[in-house]
């Protein structure tokens, strides 16, 4: 890990990168040297350097974060939104309706979760046949989840796991959720 001293000369660097340098108070340096300290200094000294050759303006935190995740190779490779939906298609169609989609089946956990989400079930998402409001969906809820995996991929390590498990916990209250919607039709026929 980064010792504190070494990631302020890091910075120190990136700062002189810019013209005219911009005036940094102590308070700031301690927000960003405490913020970047799980941060190997030789990711954060290349990601400062991409920074200083691509980017006009001072950088946030979030902004070196997610250059040190590009220039260690860490960022996820997610699926564009496209490649997603004709992936969650395609496994509609191996998979089934009746059968339980496992993540092997998918490229990234996100594309299941989309599809699930965007329908209500696995069930619901493979019997569809309105696809262009069923696609429509999908985008909005695949672009949302993918947004929040890349946020996730910036934060330290150890705030990583406890989202994680958020999320894992998210995605069994929907599958509960779509068993529940499932069994509505059968419910409502009984009380008829």
Not at 21 to 31: A, H, M, R, Y
Not at 57 to 80: D, H, K, N, Q, T
Not at 150 to 167: G, K, V
Request: aromatic share 6%.
């Amino acid at each position: 890990m980064s010792n504190k001293p070494e990631i302020v000369k890091i910075l120190e660097k990136l700062r002189n990168g810019y013209h005219p340098p911009p005036d940094i108070g102590p308070e700031t340096w301690k927000v960003y040297r405490d913020a970047l300290s799980d941060v190997e200094p030789d990711v954060l000294r290349a990601a400062c350097l991409l920074l200083v050759r691509t980017s006009t303006f001072w950088p946030a935190i979030a902004e070196i974060r997610s250059a040190c995740l590009e220039v260690s190779g860490e960022r996820a490779s997610l699926p564009s939104v496209g490649e997603a939906y004709s992936e969650a298609r395609r496994a509609a169609a191996s998979i089934g309706a009746y059968a339980k989609p496992v993540a092997a089946d998918f490229s990234h956990a996100i594309v299941q979760r989309a599809a699930i989400q965007a329908s209500g079930s696995w069930r619901m998402w493979c019997l569809s046949d309105n696809e262009a409001p069923q696609r429509a969906r999908f985008f909005e809820v695949f672009k949302e989840l993918r947004d929040r995996e890349i946020r996730q991929q910036a934060l330290p390590e150890s705030q990583r796991q406890l989202t994680r498990e958020e999320s894992h916990q998210l995605l069994e209250d929907i599958e509960a959720r779509a068993e529940r919607v499932k069994r509505l039709p059968a419910a409502v026929e009984e009380s008829v």
